[in-house]
């Protein structure tokens, strides 16, 4: 699983992508996951067979990994992702000495098929030692 790691440790928080099973919808390749969410003492899970990231026609995971890259690098100070089965929504943005993060879970989605904007997440901030380490994680998850 690749994990994004908050800058505080003492009150830690974490961003886990789980790759699930590899799924041919329609003649299209899509890969099934689950998210963690653990902010301190709390938990979020989203963990269903109809959590659903795109690998082909359009490779959603080399999209997310070319955006995070460039946050790394300075070439953006901000990321947006939403993959096109939206459960989830995911915002980095460049701030004073670190990287802000904020993930929403949209889980009606993912439970019913409708789209809600209710949804429950986390924010922390990050520093680019993780979010390398977050990079290299999801790259090798979803080889």
């Known amino acids: 699983m690749a994990k994004l790691l908050s800058e505080d440790q003492e009150f830690a928080s974490v961003l886990e992508i789980v790759p699930g099973r590899k799924r041919d919808i329609q003649g299209q390749d899509w890969r099934q996951y689950s998210l963690i969410l653990t902010s301190g003492t709390y938990s979020l899970s989203l963990d269903t067979d109809d959590c659903l990231i795109c690998r082909a026609p359009t490779d959603e995971i080399a999209q997310l990994l070319g ?3 460039q946050l790394k690098d300075g070439k953006r100070d901000k990321v947006s992702f939403e993959p096109s089965e939206p459960s989830f929504e995911l915002n980095l943005m460049r701030s004073d000495g670190g990287i802000r993060v904020e993930i ?3 889980s009606g989605n993912a439970s019913t098929g409708i789209y809600r904007w209710d949804a429950a997440g986390i924010r922390f ?7 390398e380490s977050f990079i290299n994680q999801l790259r090798e998850e979803f080889a």
């Open 67 to 69: 955006k995070l890259q």
């Open 104 to 106: 929403w879970l949209d």
């Open 125 to 131: 901030f990050t520093v680019d030692e993780q979010l």
